[in-house]
C-alpha cells in the first residue's frame, strides 16, 4: 500500500468533502443512509484514485465519481427512511437573520428537490454546482441540446411540485 | 424568481453545515469493504460460473458405477467427449468476457456509460444462464434418449410399454425438463429484477433524453 498516495488522498478529500456531503444530502433521507453514502463515496474515490492524473480538478472529478455512486453503484440502505429525521437533525441551515417567507421557500424548494428523480437530482445538483452545460452532459454522457431541454423539464416539474 | 435560482443563491452563499468528517474516520472508511451493485453482481456472476461447472462436473465426482453406467450409456463415445470439451472452452470464454467487461467499469466514466458496462456484465451473465438452460435441456433430452437406447435395464422397460405408456412418459420427462428451465429463469428474472431494478429505471430514464 502506497502510504504517501493514501496521505495525498485523505488530504484532498478532507478538503473537498463537502462535495461529497452534498450529493449524500440530494440523495438520502436520513443521517445512516447519508453516512452510509459517503462511506461509499469514499471508497469509490479511493478505488479510482490511482487513475486521477491531474487532467481536471479534482474537485470536478469527485463530481462524477460521486454522482456514479449515489445514482449507479450505491445500494440503497434497507433501514427505514424517515424524512423528518432529514429535516431536524443533519441539515440545518445556518441561522442568519433571514426573510421568514424566503426561509419557508427554501424548506418547500429542498423538499421538492427530494422529489426528483435520480437523474434529475443529478442536473440539479450540477446546475447548483454552477457547472455548464458542457460540464453536466459530459458529466451524466447526454448531449448538451439534451441536457437543458431537461433542465427545462425539471424546472417546470419543481413548479408543479410547488404549485399542485 | 425562479425557484432553481433561488435555491442556487442559498447553495453557494450559505452553505448548509455538515459534520465533517475527521482524517482519522476517512483513513478508516479507506479499509471497509465496498457495498456496491457491481461487487454484489461479481459475486453472483462467480456463484453463477462455479454452480454450473459443478453442475457439469458431476459424473467425474461421482461413485465409479455411476461412471462406469455413464461410459455404458454414451459407449465412450468420442462426440460425448468433444461436446464436453467445448462446453469448457464455452465457460472458460465467458469467464474470460466477464473478466473483461468488470475490469471496464470504472467510476470516473459519464453516469450512462457506468451504466451501459454495468448492464453488458448483467447480459454476458444472462447468455451464460440462456447458454446453460439450452444445455440441460440438450442433455436431459439426449440423455433420455441415450439411456433408453444403450441402457439395457431402461430399454427393456421402455419395451414392455405400449404406444400410449411411451407418450406418458415421454410427456413427463418433458414436462419436468421444461418446468426445470422456466424455474430457473424465473429465479433469475427475479434475482436480478430485484437487483438493477434502480439503474434499469435510471437507465431508461438517461435514454428516454436521447429520443
Known sequence: ???????????????????????????????????????????????????????????????????????????????????????????????????????????????????LNDIEKALVFLYLEDKNYAEISDTLGISEVNARVKMNRVKTKLKTILNP | MDELELLKKDWGKRKPQFEQVSVDEIY??????????????????IAELIFWILLNSIPFFSSDAYKEQINMVYKNDTTFYIVLSVSYAIILLFIYLLYK??????????????????????????????????????????????????????????NGFNQTQIIISI???????????????????????ILIRRLLKNYKELKKLEI
Open chain 2, 28 to 45: 478508516a472508511m479507506l479499509h471497509k469493504k465496498s457495498s456496491s451493485i457491481v461487487k454484489i453482481l461479481f459475486y453472483i456472476s
Open chain 2, 101 to 158: 467487461a468488470y475490469k471496464n467499469i470504472t467510476a470516473t466514466d459519464s453516469v450512462r456509460v457506468l451504466m451501459q458496462r454495468i448492464l453488458k456484465t448483467r447480459k454476458i451473465i444472462q447468455y451464460y444462464v440462456i447458454y446453460n438452460l439450452l444445455m440441460a435441456f440438450t442433455a436431459m433430452v439426449l440423455g433420455s434418449y441415450y439411456g433408453i437406447v444403450n441402457d439395457p435395464v431402461i430399454y427393456e422397460q421402455f
Open chain 2, 171 to 193: 410427456g413427463i420427462m418433458v414436462i419436468f425438463t421444461l418446468m426445470f428451465v422456466l424455474l430457473t429463469w424465473v429465479f433469475y428474472r427475479i434475482l436480478y429484477g
Open chain 1, 1 to 115: 500500500m502506497d502510504h504517501s498516495l493514501e496521505h495525498s488522498f485523505v488530504d484532498l478529500l478532507g478538503k473537498h468533502q463537502n462535495i461529497v456531503h452534498k450529493v449524500c444530502r440530494l440523495y438520502t433521507n436520513n443521517q445512516d443512509a447519508h453516512n452510509d453514502l459517503f462511506q461509499e463515496i469514499t471508497i469509490q474515490l479511493w478505488k479510482a484514485f490511482p487513475k486521477f492524473r491531474g487532467e481536471s480538478k479534482f474537485s470536478t472529478w469527485m463530481y462524477r465519481v460521486a454522482l456514479n455512486t449515489a445514482i449507479t453503484l450505491y445500494r440503497k440502505s434497507t433501514r427505514t427512511l424517515n424524512t423528518q429525521e432529514f429535516d431536524s437533525i443533519q441539515y440545518k441551515i445556518e441561522a442568519e437573520p433571514y426573510d421568514d417567507t424566503e426561509e419557508q421557500q427554501l424548506k418547500l424548494l429542498y423538499d421538492a428537490v427530494h422529489q
